[in-house]
């Protein structure tokens, strides 16, 4: 991603990947949409109503969307789900919140670890679970950890510029 976007704060990256998810999802959606309209004719559209392509699109339609949010999370497969998304006609009313979701879990990993973590994490998690699970919950606590010293020293830092003590604690026995 280009360097104007990793020194952005936080937010404003993150709705500014946001926003360019929205435009690059929504609009393979909606090309697979018109290519499927397309298609509709001759014997590519036989094929289209055929009575196994009809429950292909109907499961897809109904269970994609967890398909489609989890894609955002993936390198190289995320354009396909979109894609099929559009190309099985799935309902905008299934799709719109699988593209927020989704998008938003893809904003907010870009605009901090990257994607590069994430994939290392799945490369791990096809090879061991396991060790997947456990390198997910140490990075969770990690983070919890960062979050709760980053919040003492903020603490401090207020305690000390407003010039009171901080409240000392008493400890029974």
Same mark, same amino acid.
């Given at each position: 991603?280009?360097?104007? &976007? ?26 697979? $949409?018109?290519? $499927? ?23 897809? =339609?109904?269970? /994609?969307?967890?398909? &489609? ?6 390198? /190289?497969?995320?354009?396909?789900? =979109?894609?099929?998304? /559009? ?15 989704? /998008? ?8 901090? *670890?990257?994607?590069?973590? *994430? ?7 096809? &090879? ?22 980053? $919040? ?16 000392? $604690?008493?400890?029974?026995?």
């Amino acid at each position: 991603m280009m360097q104007w &976007v990793q020194d952005l704060p936080l937010l404003p990256a993150v709705a500014f990947l946001y926003v360019v998810i929205w435009c690059r999802a929504g609009g393979t959606y909606l090309l697979g $949409r018109g290519a $499927r309209r397309a298609v509709h004719r001759g014997r590519v559209a036989r094929m289209l109503e055929s009575p196994g392509v009809q429950r292909a699109t109907e499961l897809i =339609n109904r269970w /994609g969307a967890p398909v &489609v949010a989890l894609s955002f999370l993936t390198i /190289g497969f995320q354009t396909a789900a =979109n894609a099929a998304a /559009g190309l099985t006609a799935m309902p905008a009313r299934r799709y719109l919140p699988a593209l927020a979701i989704g /998008g938003l879990a893809w904003a907010l990993v870009y605009a901090t *670890v990257g994607l590069l973590a *994430v994939r290392a994490w799945l490369e791990l998690f096809l &090879v061991s679970p396991w060790a997947a699970v456990a390198a997910g919950v140490l990075a969770v606590m990690a983070i919890l950890l960062l979050l709760r010293r980053r $919040r003492r020293h903020r603490e401090m830092e207020r305690g000390e510029r407003s010039g009171s003590p901080e409240p000392s $604690r008493i400890v029974e026995s």
